[in-house]
């Protein structure tokens, strides 16, 4: 686990989805996916580590309807593609009624009703991560835990990590 567990000097939560035993017996690959926080908060030594690490694509998760300065950053590698994807919606007013304005939203509780209710966004994602340019791909949100989260367990579970 420790070795999937990344310090990029800025952010708190960085983990590579390699080194994980998929269903069939193989291992998921370092270096190709990882997640984390927003990297606006990267210090310059944590950008090197990132660029280092061979991540050329970043695809930030946003919701839509909300104003998320903290998911905004300025890569200072011009080879590095940035995607923009709103996976959640809180103008879906039945959405924001049931889970983000609960202390629920933010919990792994609301994956299945996002999964459900935004399939094509998600997809979206998948998509991206799928046709990205040759090098690593880093997907986050302002805290790496929940839209990544959901991510996560649909990148996982295509490549058949048992969850």
């Known amino acids: 686990m420790e070795e999937r567990v990344l310090n990029w000097e800025g952010c708190n939560n960085v983990r590579d989805l390699g080194g994980l035993r998929t269903s069939g017996g193989r291992m998921t690959r370092p270096g190709v996916i990882v997640r984390s926080d927003t990297p606006a908060r990267l210090t310059a030594t944590g950008w090197s580590a990132l660029y280092d690490y061979g991540i050329r694509t970043i695809i930030t998760l946003r919701t839509h309807g909300m104003t998320e300065n903290e998911l905004n ?83 996982l579970t295509l490549v058949g990590v048992p969850l």
């Not at 879906?92 to 983000?100: G, H, I, P, S, V």
């Not at 399939?119 to 994602?125: I, K, L, N, T």
């Not at 986050?140 to 996560?152: E, F, L, W």
């Open 73 to 155: 950053f300025t890569s200072p590698y011009s080879d590095i593609a940035t995607v923009q994807a709103a996976i959640e919606d809180v103008t879906d007013l039945e959405f924001r009624n049931k889970w983000a304005s609960s202390e629920l939203w933010c919990t792994p509780l609301y994956y299945k009703d996002a999964l459900q209710r935004w399939p094509e966004r998600h997809a979206a994602v998948i998509s991206a991560i799928a046709g990205a340019q040759p090098g690593g791909v880093l997907f986050h949100c302002a805290r790496g835990v929940d839209r990544t989260g959901i991510i996560s367990l649909l990148v």
